[in-house]
Protein backbone atom coordinates (compact mmCIF):
# COMPACT_ATOMS: atom_id res chain seq x y z
CA UNK A 1 0.00 0.00 0.00
CA UNK A 2 1.39 3.19 -0.96
CA UNK A 3 2.21 5.79 1.70
CA UNK A 4 -0.53 8.30 0.27
CA UNK A 5 -3.14 5.65 0.50
CA UNK A 6 -1.89 5.25 4.18
CA UNK A 7 -2.81 9.29 4.85
CA UNK A 8 -5.84 9.14 3.21
CA UNK A 9 -7.13 6.49 5.42
CA UNK A 10 -5.92 7.99 8.75
CA UNK A 11 -7.54 11.21 7.67
CA UNK A 12 -10.73 9.53 7.45
CA UNK A 13 -10.63 7.51 10.32
CA UNK A 14 -10.02 11.10 12.36
CA UNK A 15 -13.04 12.66 10.74
CA UNK A 16 -15.15 9.56 12.10
CA UNK A 17 -13.94 9.77 15.60
CA UNK A 18 -13.43 13.11 16.33
CA UNK A 19 -15.71 15.43 18.63
CA UNK A 20 -17.57 18.57 16.69
CA UNK A 21 -16.61 21.40 17.21
CA UNK A 22 -18.50 23.85 19.12
CA UNK A 23 -20.47 26.09 16.56
CA UNK A 24 -21.89 22.94 14.76
CA UNK A 25 -23.02 21.76 18.65
CA UNK A 26 -24.71 25.30 18.39
CA UNK A 27 -25.85 25.41 15.54
CA UNK A 28 -27.60 21.63 16.10
CA UNK A 29 -28.58 23.10 19.34
CA UNK A 30 -30.32 25.54 17.72
CA UNK A 31 -32.19 23.46 15.75
CA UNK A 32 -33.53 21.85 18.67
CA UNK A 33 -34.62 24.57 20.21
CA UNK A 34 -36.63 25.59 16.91
CA UNK A 35 -38.63 22.42 16.88
CA UNK A 36 -39.05 22.79 20.55
CA UNK A 37 -40.25 26.38 20.09
CA UNK A 38 -42.47 24.73 16.97
CA UNK A 39 -44.03 21.95 18.94
CA UNK A 40 -44.97 24.33 21.75
CA UNK A 41 -46.51 26.94 19.35
CA UNK A 42 -48.82 24.32 17.90
CA UNK A 43 -49.98 23.15 21.44
CA UNK A 44 -51.02 26.51 22.11
CA UNK A 45 -52.86 26.75 18.89
CA UNK A 46 -54.36 23.39 19.67
CA UNK A 47 -55.64 25.20 22.79
CA UNK A 48 -56.95 27.87 21.62
CA UNK A 49 -58.57 25.94 18.96
CA UNK A 50 -60.23 23.89 21.60
CA UNK A 51 -60.85 26.87 23.64
CA UNK A 52 -63.07 28.26 21.30
CA UNK A 53 -64.97 25.49 20.15
CA UNK A 54 -66.15 25.05 24.24
CA UNK A 55 -66.66 28.58 24.03
CA UNK A 56 -68.79 27.99 20.79
CA UNK A 57 -70.79 24.98 22.17
CA UNK A 58 -71.86 27.18 25.41
CA UNK A 59 -72.88 30.14 23.90
CA UNK A 60 -75.15 28.03 21.39
CA UNK A 61 -76.65 26.39 24.02
CA UNK A 62 -77.17 29.54 26.15
CA UNK A 63 -78.92 31.06 22.74
CA UNK A 64 -80.98 28.02 23.14
CA UNK A 65 -82.01 28.10 26.86
CA UNK A 66 -83.26 31.88 25.42
CA UNK A 67 -85.41 31.41 22.99
CA UNK A 68 -87.12 29.04 25.50
CA UNK A 69 -87.24 31.42 28.28
CA UNK A 70 -89.10 34.00 25.87
CA UNK A 71 -91.25 31.68 24.84
CA UNK A 72 -92.52 30.58 28.26
CA UNK A 73 -92.67 33.75 29.17
CA UNK A 74 -94.41 34.75 26.49
CA UNK A 75 -97.04 31.39 27.23
CA UNK A 76 -97.37 32.44 30.86
CA UNK A 77 -97.96 36.15 29.96
CA UNK A 78 -101.22 34.72 28.10
CA UNK A 79 -102.27 32.48 30.55
CA UNK A 80 -101.65 35.23 33.15
CA UNK A 81 -104.06 37.35 31.40
CA UNK A 82 -106.37 34.83 31.26
CA UNK A 83 -105.85 33.95 34.62
CA UNK A 84 -106.47 37.87 35.94
CA UNK A 85 -109.80 38.09 34.46
CA UNK A 86 -111.14 34.69 35.66
CA UNK A 87 -109.81 36.07 39.18
CA UNK A 88 -112.47 38.66 39.45
CA UNK A 89 -115.57 36.75 39.04
CA UNK A 90 -113.79 34.28 41.73
CA UNK A 91 -113.11 37.45 44.17
CA UNK A 92 -116.55 38.30 44.05
CA UNK A 93 -117.78 34.67 44.46
CA UNK A 94 -115.50 33.46 47.39
CA UNK A 95 -115.37 37.02 49.47
CA UNK A 96 -119.10 36.38 50.69
CA UNK A 97 -118.19 33.05 52.31
CA UNK A 98 -114.61 34.28 53.40
CA UNK A 99 -116.58 36.86 55.18
CA UNK A 100 -118.97 34.11 56.81
CA UNK A 101 -116.19 31.93 58.41
CA UNK A 102 -114.44 35.01 59.39
CA UNK A 103 -117.03 36.39 61.24
CA UNK A 104 -117.25 32.96 62.75
CA UNK A 105 -113.80 32.05 63.38
CA UNK A 106 -113.56 35.54 65.31
CA UNK A 107 -116.23 34.70 67.45
CA UNK A 108 -114.87 31.17 67.42
CA UNK A 109 -111.71 32.31 68.52
CA UNK A 110 -111.40 30.17 72.11
CA UNK A 111 -112.89 27.03 70.56
CA UNK A 112 -110.42 26.94 67.36
CA UNK A 113 -107.48 27.36 70.03
CA UNK A 114 -108.90 24.51 71.76
CA UNK A 115 -108.86 22.25 68.51
CA UNK A 116 -107.04 19.00 68.83
CA UNK A 117 -107.35 18.13 65.46
CA UNK A 118 -106.47 20.79 62.66
CA UNK A 119 -106.05 19.74 58.61
CA UNK A 120 -103.90 22.36 56.73
CA UNK A 121 -104.81 22.45 52.99
CA UNK A 122 -101.58 23.67 50.78
CA UNK A 123 -102.41 25.19 47.71
CA UNK A 124 -99.30 24.73 45.05
CA UNK A 125 -99.22 23.06 41.63
CA UNK A 126 -97.77 20.35 39.64
CA UNK A 127 -95.60 23.02 37.51
CA UNK A 128 -92.05 24.49 38.68
CA UNK A 129 -90.26 27.24 36.95
CA UNK A 130 -92.32 29.88 38.90
CA UNK A 131 -89.64 31.96 41.76
CA UNK A 132 -90.86 31.15 45.15
CA UNK A 133 -94.72 30.47 44.56
CA UNK A 134 -94.29 26.92 46.26
CA UNK A 135 -91.47 27.17 48.42
CA UNK A 136 -93.50 30.12 50.39
CA UNK A 137 -96.68 27.23 50.80
CA UNK A 138 -94.33 24.36 52.30
CA UNK A 139 -92.59 27.20 54.04
CA UNK A 140 -95.57 28.28 55.70
CA UNK A 141 -96.56 24.51 56.84
CA UNK A 142 -93.41 24.04 58.05
CA UNK A 143 -93.33 26.97 59.73
CA UNK A 144 -96.66 25.63 61.72
CA UNK A 145 -95.80 22.09 62.08
CA UNK A 146 -92.60 22.64 63.71
CA UNK A 147 -94.53 25.18 66.29
CA UNK A 148 -97.62 23.10 67.08
CA UNK A 149 -98.46 22.45 70.64
CA UNK A 150 -98.35 19.23 72.08
CA UNK A 151 -101.70 17.13 71.82
CA UNK A 152 -102.74 18.75 68.97
CA UNK A 153 -102.51 16.67 65.36
CA UNK A 154 -102.40 17.75 62.38
CA UNK A 155 -102.70 16.34 58.78
CA UNK A 156 -102.43 17.88 55.93
CA UNK A 157 -104.02 17.61 52.40
CA UNK A 158 -101.66 18.56 49.75
CA UNK A 159 -103.46 19.69 45.97
CA UNK A 160 -100.43 20.30 43.61
CA UNK A 161 -97.37 17.70 43.42
CA UNK A 162 -94.94 20.69 44.55
CA UNK A 163 -96.34 20.47 48.37
CA UNK A 164 -96.02 16.53 48.33
CA UNK A 165 -92.58 16.86 47.01
CA UNK A 166 -91.51 19.43 49.22
CA UNK A 167 -92.76 18.29 52.36
CA UNK A 168 -93.21 14.55 52.06
CA UNK A 169 -89.59 13.54 53.23
CA UNK A 170 -89.34 15.17 56.54
CA UNK A 171 -93.56 15.66 57.12
CA UNK A 172 -95.18 11.89 55.28
CA UNK A 173 -96.53 11.22 58.24
CA UNK A 174 -99.02 13.86 58.47
CA UNK A 175 -100.06 13.77 54.97
CA UNK A 176 -103.89 12.43 54.89
CA UNK A 177 -104.34 13.46 51.25
CA UNK A 178 -102.59 14.73 48.02
CA UNK A 179 -103.70 15.37 44.29
CA UNK A 180 -101.83 16.36 41.53
CA UNK A 181 -103.04 17.48 37.83
CA UNK A 182 -103.84 20.50 39.15
CA UNK A 183 -101.71 23.63 36.90
CA UNK A 184 -101.98 21.84 33.45
CA UNK A 185 -105.09 23.71 32.73
CA UNK A 186 -107.06 26.73 34.51
CA UNK A 187 -108.97 25.59 37.51
CA UNK A 188 -112.31 24.70 37.74
CA UNK A 189 -115.37 24.19 40.06
CA UNK A 190 -115.21 21.03 39.30
CA UNK A 191 -111.89 20.89 40.51
CA UNK A 192 -112.61 22.68 43.92
CA UNK A 193 -115.71 19.98 44.39
CA UNK A 194 -113.81 17.13 44.05
CA UNK A 195 -111.25 18.22 46.01
CA UNK A 196 -113.50 19.10 49.15
CA UNK A 197 -115.75 15.89 48.59
CA UNK A 198 -112.55 13.81 49.33
CA UNK A 199 -112.01 15.76 52.24
CA UNK A 200 -115.61 15.13 53.85
CA UNK A 201 -115.34 11.22 52.75
CA UNK A 202 -111.47 11.38 54.27
CA UNK A 203 -113.27 10.55 57.90
CA UNK A 204 -110.66 12.93 59.64
CA UNK A 205 -113.05 14.78 61.87
CA UNK A 206 -111.28 18.47 61.79
CA UNK A 207 -112.27 21.29 64.41
CA UNK A 208 -110.32 23.62 62.42
CA UNK A 209 -108.90 23.90 58.57
CA UNK A 210 -106.98 25.83 57.12
CA UNK A 211 -106.35 26.81 53.01
CA UNK A 212 -102.85 28.52 52.79
CA UNK A 213 -102.66 29.76 49.56
CA UNK A 214 -100.93 32.71 47.74
CA UNK A 215 -103.11 35.68 47.49
CA UNK A 216 -102.29 37.71 44.36
CA UNK A 217 -101.21 41.43 44.30
CA UNK A 218 -99.70 42.60 41.88
CA UNK A 219 -97.58 41.24 39.00
CA UNK A 220 -94.40 41.17 40.99
CA UNK A 221 -96.14 40.31 44.30
CA UNK A 222 -98.55 38.21 46.18
CA UNK A 223 -98.96 37.27 49.70
CA UNK A 224 -98.87 34.04 51.65
CA UNK A 225 -102.55 33.87 53.30
CA UNK A 226 -105.16 31.94 55.29
CA UNK A 227 -108.19 30.82 55.15
CA UNK A 228 -109.84 29.61 58.81
CA UNK A 229 -112.83 26.83 57.68
CA UNK A 230 -115.50 25.54 60.25
CA UNK A 231 -116.86 22.43 60.65
CA UNK A 232 -120.46 22.11 61.01
CA UNK A 233 -120.56 21.43 64.98
CA UNK A 234 -118.53 25.19 65.53
CA UNK A 235 -120.90 26.53 62.71
CA UNK A 236 -124.14 25.23 65.00
CA UNK A 237 -122.50 26.70 68.10
CA UNK A 238 -122.46 30.15 66.38
CA UNK A 239 -125.66 31.95 68.23
CA UNK A 240 -126.18 34.40 65.57
CA UNK A 241 -127.20 31.55 63.55
CA UNK A 242 -129.77 30.76 66.24
CA UNK A 243 -131.89 33.47 65.07
CA UNK A 244 -133.03 31.73 61.72
CA UNK A 245 -135.19 28.91 63.42
CA UNK A 246 -135.66 27.29 59.39
CA UNK A 247 -131.87 26.49 59.36
CA UNK A 248 -131.78 22.81 60.36
CA UNK A 249 -128.87 20.32 60.46
CA UNK A 250 -129.19 19.78 56.78
CA UNK A 251 -129.32 22.84 55.17
CA UNK A 252 -126.51 23.60 57.53
CA UNK A 253 -124.66 20.46 56.17
CA UNK A 254 -125.54 21.34 52.63
CA UNK A 255 -123.97 25.14 52.65
CA UNK A 256 -121.04 23.66 54.68
CA UNK A 257 -119.75 21.23 51.98
CA UNK A 258 -120.56 23.96 49.18
CA UNK A 259 -118.64 26.82 51.31
CA UNK A 260 -115.70 24.43 51.48
CA UNK A 261 -115.67 23.64 47.40
CA UNK A 262 -116.25 27.57 47.05
CA UNK A 263 -113.20 28.24 49.23
CA UNK A 264 -111.01 25.79 47.65
CA UNK A 265 -112.01 27.27 44.17
CA UNK A 266 -111.48 30.67 45.09
CA UNK A 267 -107.88 29.75 47.04
CA UNK A 268 -107.55 27.85 43.77
CA UNK A 269 -107.71 31.09 41.13
CA UNK A 270 -105.73 33.14 43.80
CA UNK A 271 -102.67 30.91 43.60
CA UNK A 272 -102.98 30.16 39.75
CA UNK A 273 -102.95 33.70 39.15
CA UNK A 274 -100.28 34.12 41.67
CA UNK A 275 -98.05 31.42 40.32
CA UNK A 276 -98.79 32.44 36.44
CA UNK A 277 -97.35 35.84 36.80
CA UNK A 278 -95.19 34.86 38.76
CA UNK A 279 -93.57 33.00 36.40
CA UNK A 280 -94.01 35.55 33.98
CA UNK A 281 -91.40 37.34 35.91
CA UNK A 282 -88.73 34.67 36.48
CA UNK A 283 -88.84 33.85 32.67
CA UNK A 284 -88.09 37.65 32.01
CA UNK A 285 -85.48 37.62 34.17
CA UNK A 286 -84.06 34.52 33.18
CA UNK A 287 -84.01 35.91 29.90
CA UNK A 288 -82.43 38.44 30.54
CA UNK A 289 -79.52 36.98 32.23
CA UNK A 290 -79.25 34.88 29.06
CA UNK A 291 -78.73 37.92 27.12
CA UNK A 292 -75.86 39.09 29.47
CA UNK A 293 -74.39 35.60 29.55
CA UNK A 294 -74.37 35.62 25.28
CA UNK A 295 -72.85 39.03 25.46
CA UNK A 296 -69.94 38.02 28.12
CA UNK A 297 -69.18 34.91 26.07
CA UNK A 298 -69.42 36.47 22.56
CA UNK A 299 -66.69 38.96 23.84
CA UNK A 300 -64.70 35.72 25.01
CA UNK A 301 -65.06 33.91 22.00
CA UNK A 302 -64.15 37.40 19.96
CA UNK A 303 -60.87 38.01 21.86
CA UNK A 304 -59.72 34.36 21.86
CA UNK A 305 -60.20 34.19 18.26
CA UNK A 306 -58.35 37.33 17.99
CA UNK A 307 -55.34 36.28 19.98
CA UNK A 308 -55.44 32.68 18.03
CA UNK A 309 -55.23 34.68 14.47
CA UNK A 310 -52.78 37.08 16.08
CA UNK A 311 -50.47 34.27 17.14
CA UNK A 312 -50.98 32.48 13.83
CA UNK A 313 -49.67 35.69 11.66
CA UNK A 314 -46.52 36.48 13.84
CA UNK A 315 -45.69 32.41 13.50
CA UNK A 316 -46.08 33.28 9.68
CA UNK A 317 -44.21 36.45 9.61
CA UNK A 318 -41.52 34.73 11.67
CA UNK A 319 -41.50 31.91 9.18
CA UNK A 320 -41.06 34.49 6.59
CA UNK A 321 -37.89 36.39 8.52
CA UNK A 322 -35.94 33.15 9.03
CA UNK A 323 -36.44 32.07 5.10
Do not use: W
Request: hydrophobic share 40%; net charge positive.
Amino acid sequence: MKSDDIKAMFKLTQQAFCVPKLPNMLQNGGHLLKIGALAAQNVEQRMGMATLKDISIRLKSVKNIQKITKSMKMVAAAKYAKAERELKGARSFGEGAKAFYDNIHAEATDDTAQANKKLLVLMTSDRGLCGAVHTSINKEAKNILNNKQSGVDYKIVAIGDKAKLGLQRVYSDFFLLSGNEIGRAPPTFEDASIAAEAIMNSGYDFDSLEIIFNRFKTVVSYNTSKIHVLPLESIKKNEKLNAYDSLDDDVLQSYTEYSLAQMIYYAMKESATSEQSSRMTAMDGASKNAGEMIDKLTLQFNRTRQAVITRELIEIISGAACV
